[in-house]
Structure formats: C-alpha cells, structure tokens
C-alpha cells in the first residue's frame, strides 16, 4: 500500500501543501497509465545527416513473426542513416500494453502518420491484422505514386477475415487476385520451393540484367533464405536476380540441378485508385542471416537510391553498424524486452 507523505501546516503553506499532494497523485494515476502510454510510442527516428540521401525521408514498416526483421531493417536503417544520410523512421509491430517490439502482436503499427512525408515505404510485413485506421495509412501511400521496397514475406503482408471489409488485400484475396502481395508487389505466397532451412540461396542476375543499377557493385549473393516459389510474376514485373536453390546452408553447396531457378528480386510498377504510378522493388529473400552478406546489403541499399531518384554509388558502403547479431529465426523466437527507442543510433 502506498503511504502518501504528510507535511506539517505550521511548516509549509496550505497552497503548496496542496499542490504538492496533487502532483503526488498525478503521478500515482500516470504510473498506472504507463503501459497505454506506451502502446501509442510512434517508433524511433534515425536522423541521418551528410551523405546523398540528406533530405530523403525512408519509413519502414516492420511485423513479421519468423524472419528477425525486427533486428535486420533497424541494421538496415542505421547503414542508410549512418552511411549514406538518410533520415530513417522505424515502425515495429508493437504491444498494446507494455510498448515493447512484439512481432506477435498482429494488429497494431503505430506511429504510420510518419508515411505521410515519407519518399520510400520498406516493407517487412507478414499476416498483419491492422484495423482500418492503421491499413488505410499504408494504402494511402501505396495509392500516392511514391516508391516501396518489399521484403520476404511481404508477399503475403495482410490476412483478414473473409467478412473483413479490408479482405481484398489478404493473401488469398481473388479480387484482387493474391490481394496486395500479388496486385502491388508481384507475387503473393505460393509455397517453399527450396527446402526450408534446408537448402539455401545463391542469387545472381537474372538474363540481361547484369547492368541493372540495383546490381551495382553487387557480387554474387548468398543467403540461408531458401528460395520462394514463384507462379508468373504480375503486370509488368521485371526480374533482375535468379534464385539458385542449393543442395545445403553453406555459400558452396553445389546447386540442385532438380529444382528450376525462381526470381528472388525484381521490379514493377503500380497504379492505385488515383491514377499515380509508383515503382516497386520486391524480393523475396530477407531471413537476418540474408542481411550478413555484402552483397545483398549493398542491393538493397542500391534500391534505396534507385527508388528515391538517387544516382546509385559505384559501390555503395554498406559496412554494418555496430554489432549486429540476431537470433536464430523461428516462430515467436524473438528478442524480449526491446523498445523501438533501443534501435537508436548511438
């Protein structure tokens, strides 16, 4: 039980005898608040400075349950802040309560008012159940001609109840067919082509692709991401790099000549409901392990310039920023205890 502190009246005034017991109240009832309080916590700002991307404004949007990418794109972020000047906002899939990064916590995003002014959404989204509110952000700015870079799972970003008036952009949405994954990004989800944990990625570019400025200063990728299965890539779709399943989970494992190669990243383009056209830039890789490879770092940084309009590096610094060293992948298995705030730059 909390005692409250008296004072004597022949010591202090009664109008700071009062006072003081109300701030003292006040503070007990905030106290109480605190986890609400924390719940609308609108993510961290990565401010970025010199550099050529001075002036851009990238705002990522991250939820996935399996992937880490609650640890991958706040690497990513510091690279494209520290490195190379852009401002970067991170959005995390956050618990109501308690205001901690929850990738299991499905239906809440907050903080997406920061796509308002932004030049690039990136997207790590996986089964998301955002209320109207929150969806209706993100689909603002899918609507408004500005670019999205897409990750992994983002193929099959949202999962709503057939009764859901937002049910045209889940996963297995027929109208639009694959709902958003298929109509904005490409490709909804289809299946594991390689073997999940099993056999990795080597990726490279895709037929007469090898000058695309994406792929500049890009080697070749590897990646414990095994490769996704891809039907026929949407609209005007574009591949740029082929993914070659091999036969295990080390960069050397010859490929396995049984399985045809599928397309791990390409470009497309889409026109929402106002009639404006943005570019898109998807893969399908994007497991934290993926984010240890320069190569694939620097494509993705690469996309970052491309799609803001930037003059791609030559070869663009992608050296990692402070210790990045995420959790094994797996359902749930994420870090406990992190705040958006800790993502900070330091």
């Known amino acids: 039980m909390t005692r409250l502190t008296t004072f004597p009246t022949t010591a202090l005034p009664t109008s700071l005898v009062l006072a003081t017991a109300l701030c003292f109240a006040l503070s007990l009832g905030s106290a109480g608040n605190t986890a609400a309080a924390q719940g609308d916590q609108p993510g961290v ?37 520290k490195r190379h000047g852009f401002k970067c906002t991170l959005l995390f899939a956050t618990n109501k309560e308690t205001g901690l990064v929850d990738p299991m916590t499905l239906d809440n ?6 796509l308002q002014d932004a030049d690039l959404m990136v997207m790590f989204l996986r089964f998301r159940r955002l209320p109207e509110e929150q969806m209706q952000k993100i689909l603002d700015y899918t609507n408004s001609g500005r670019p ?4 992994r799972t983002s193929t099959h970003a949202f999962k ?12 297995r949405s027929k109208d639009p067919k694959g709902g958003y994954g298929r109509a904005v990004l490409g490709e909804t989800w289809i299946a594991h082509h390689g073997h999940h944990n099993v056999e990795s990625t080597r990726a490279l570019p895709s037929e007469g692709q090898a000058d695309h400025p994406v792929l500049r200063g890009v080697g070749e990728i590897w990646g414990p991401s095994d490769v996704y299965k891809i039907t026929t890539l949407s609209g005007d779709s574009k591949p740029i790099l082929d993914g070659h399943v091999l036969t295990g989970m080390k960069p050397d494992d010859p490929i396995n000549r049984e399985k045809p190669t599928m397309p791990v990243a390409w470009t497309k383009t889409y026109t929402g409901t106002e009639g404006k056209t943005s570019t898109v830039f998807t893969t399908t890789m994007g497991h934290s392990g993926d984010l240890k490879d320069a190569d694939f770092r620097r494509l993705l940084v690469n996309a970052c310039y491309w799609l803001t309009g930037l003059d791609v590096p030559e070869k663009a610094d992608v050296e990692l920023v402070g210790t990045y060293d995420p959790l094994p992948i797996g359902y749930g298995k994420y870090r406990q205890g992190v705040r958006p705030e800790d993502h900070q730059l330091q």
């Open 45 to 81: 700002v990565l401010q970025g400075g010199e550099g050529p991307g001075d002036g851009k404004h990238i705002v990522f949007v991250i939820g996935d349950e399996e992937y880490r990418s609650e640890e991958s794109m706040p690497q990513l972020a510091k690279i494209l802040a």
């Open 109 to 114: 995003i907050p903080g997406l008012d920061a």
């Open 160 to 171: 709503y109840p057939a009764k859901s008036p937002l049910a045209k952009w889940s996963w």
């Open 148 to 151: 999205i870079l897409a990750l």
